[in-house]
């Protein structure tokens, strides 16, 4: 017999950046392996699949293009943080974006069904406000004019690590989970209640969720099975999913300082650094492209040299991994700088030079690489991914044993999750 899924969930996102949907697959893979065959998700691009017009159907290439000349993101980030910004944008999109987005929101691809999600959750900085006008126009169907009147159950899932951009916060979300106590002050900022908060981390991949190393745990085998040396000190080198811009430069300052050390650099989808740097390639330096076992290069390693992506952080920190941080977006990644030097495991410079004398600083004192992985550790949420997937298929479990029993009213999805 088929078992039908009992329960349906929209992920609203778009593919700016690569965090976002790694977000949704994880937070997807979760409730595979928590509630097999009882939860059908869908997952959109809200913006590249139902944006009516530019610039709302390029949001893609134009963040790609922005992260390449930070400086226009940095303008683009802080317009958008004013309060003429956020009214402005809200204008735009509910005047420009309204009916092709119901369209999304009335007609997901669900696999087992054609109907309307019993719950949405957002995993994007851009689907909150709309989200939330959207579903009380179609909760409410001509039956109240409350404009905040809404049945199905709405949550945000952040997925930025130490800083966010305000639209992140909507102060009618059912709940808004938060990764880190300094989104925690934002979100209270910005006008939710402690109530509404919860906090477990951020979501993350499922290579990352069991099975977390110690630092007892040999790195040699990790090592020997992906090709590297088993004994030598071993340095990561990341620029993101997209690669990013000075990772040549980082990569060549590295590999002259670290003589005695291997390197292994992950070029994402920068094929053009990882053609440049396949022609240094030699014993002691490994290039790669895009990777997908991230989670067996970081446990093989000593130390991390990367952007400060919130993922690749948090990752870092599930594996232990000290992190020196050699670029960030401006905006919502400034954040993560403080999140990794307060925590003790790491630093952020922009210098090659100064970066490759560090690193070799780290691994010639055993005593303080030892203390920063100890940090790392404590800093790691390994069951984030887990826990946020188990509120949510509760929230929506919830509802529609509700649903059932009939009838739900506004703000009567709250209540479920205790907020940490
Ligand atoms: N990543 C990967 N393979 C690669 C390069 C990166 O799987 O070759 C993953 C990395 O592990 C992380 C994500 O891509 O999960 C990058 O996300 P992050 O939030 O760090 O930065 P973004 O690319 O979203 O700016």
């Not at 958008?80 to 997901?108: R, Y």
């Not at 930025?160 to 989104?183: E, I, K, M, N, R």
């Not at 330096?285 to 991390?304: K, T």
Request: a negative charge; aromatic letters at 10%; hydrophobic letters at 40%.
């Amino acid at each position: 017999t088929i078992t039908q899924p009992k329960a349906t969930i929209q992920i609203l996102m778009s593919d700016t950046g690569g965090g976002h949907r790694a977000s949704a697959n994880a937070l997807r893979d979760a409730w595979n392996t928590l509630y097999p065959n009882q939860i059908d998700c869908e997952i959109v691009d809200i913006y590249t699949e139902y944006g009516p017009v530019w610039p709302y159907n390029d949001y893609v290439r134009m963040y790609k293009l922005m992260a390449q000349y930070p400086w226009t993101w940095d303008l683009f980030f802080r317009f958008g943080s004013t309060p003429f910004g956020l009214w402005l944008n809200a204008i735009l999109l509910e005047t420009i974006c309204f009916q092709s987005f119901v369209t999304c929101l009335q007609q997901p691809d669900f696999t087992t069904t054609k109907h309307r999600a019993d719950m949405v959750v957002s995993v994007h900085p851009l689907c909150q406000d709309i989200a939330l006008k959207i579903l009380a126009y179609l909760d409410r169907n001509g039956a109240t004019r409350d404009p905040h009147y809404r049945t199905t159950p709405f949550c945000t899932v952040v997925t930025d690590l130490g800083g966010a951009h305000p639209t992140w916060f909507h102060p009618q979300v059912d709940y808004c989970f938060v990764p880190s106590d300094a989104l925690r002050q934002l979100a209270l900022k910005r006008n939710l209640q402690p109530s509404q908060i919860v906090q477990h981390g951020l979501p993350i991949r499922q290579g990352f969720w069991n099975n977390a190393p110690s630092s007892s745990t040999s790195k040699a085998p990790q090592r020997t099975a992906l090709g590297l040396h088993p004994d030598l000190p071993t340095v990561l080198l990341v620029g993101g999913g997209d690669g990013m811009g000075g990772l040549v430069e980082m990569a060549v300052a590295l590999q002259q300082e670290l003589a005695d050390a291997q390197l292994v650099v992950i070029c994402g989808n920068n094929r053009a650094a990882q053609a440049t740097l396949q022609q240094h390639s030699n014993n002691n330096m490994v290039v790669q492209g895009f990777v997908s076992n991230m989670d067996e290069y970081m446990r093989a390693a000593d130390v991390l040299v990367t952007k400060a992506g919130p993922g690749t952080i948090a990752e870092a920190c599930i594996c232990g991994l000290p992190c020196l941080l050699f670029a960030y977006l401006p905006g919502q990644e400034e954040g993560n700088i403080p999140f990794v030097e307060q925590g003790g495991f790491g630093a952020y410079c922009s210098d090659p030079k100064e970066i490759a004398t560090t690193v070799r600083s780290w691994i010639a004192d055993p005593q303080q690489l030892a203390v920063m992985q100890e940090n790392a550790f404590k800093a790691a949420r390994p069951q984030a991914t887990l826990d946020i997937a188990r509120d949510l298929a509760e929230i929506v479990f919830r509802h529609n044993e509700k649903k059932v029993d009939g009838g739900i009213g506004k703000g009567e999805s709250r209540g479920v999750v205790e907020s940490s």
